[in-house]
């Protein structure tokens, strides 16, 4: 059975705390005017061309809501129902904490704050910090991280850094939103491996 090691417990601690820590940073940002070094990277992505929207539109599902009861099960079904729960309340959690906190700092999306912005799909709401998306990847990553192999996680670190740019390839989100979404996903992963207590791997659970 899996054991909580001090390293483990350290890692999360420190992942809570970072998280937290970014996230009020870049919020305090964001709230500010807008900076060029933000649009250049914004646009570096934004304005790639339309023939990559299909694979990056993949990718970027990983941060959708949608994703959190489809990896749960997922979890089900390979008999890990602690790691199932996990995904479940980490990935949820991230979700409402960002919708939540978007009416605090109440930042609009890249097409209310710049001009010339390519907009690819419809969005739901007119706010944009943090990212829902960046918050739920992120957030089912660090969950994930402790009981899965190293090929599995070189996977979800590829999508987790895909789910962020392709939020600013679809022209819903600047960078600062990204960056707050990660931090929000952080914490709120860290929160729950340090709730859950179990950071090693579950082979033997059933």
């Known amino acids: ?56 539109w993949a990718a970027m599902q990983y941060g959708t809501f949608g994703a959190v009861p489809v990896l749960s099960a997922v979890a089900v079904v390979a008999r890990r129902p602690r790691l199932a729960a996990a995904i479940a309340v980490g990935g949820t959690a991230a979700w409402v904490t960002a ?7 109440a930042r609009g999306r890249p097409a209310s704050i710049i001009g010339e912005v390519q907009q690819r799909g419809a969005e739901e709401g007119d706010q944009g910090f943090p990212s829902g998306h960046a918050a739920v990847s992120t957030a089912m990553t660090v969950v994930m991280w402790p009981e899965i192999s190293p090929t599995s996680r070189l996977t979800l670190t590829a999508l987790t850094g895909l789910v962020p740019f392709g939020r600013m390839y679809v022209g819903a989100h600047l960078p600062l939103d990204l960056v707050g979404g990660s931090a929000l996903g ?15 791997p579950l082979a033997d659970e059933t």
């Open 186 to 200: 952080l914490a709120l992963g860290s929160a729950v491996n340090l709730v859950r207590g179990r950071n090693a």
């Open 99 to 105: 919708k939540a906190a978007k009416r605090v700092v």
């Open 1 to 56: 059975m899996g054991t909580v090691t001090p390293g483990s417990r350290g890692r999360d601690l420190a992942g809570l705390a970072i998280g937290l820590g970014i996230l009020a940073g870049s919020a305090v940002l964001a709230r500010r005017a807008r900076s060029a070094t933000e649009i250049d990277l914004f646009r570096s992505a934004n304005t790639l061309p339309n023939q990559a929207f299909p694979p990056i």
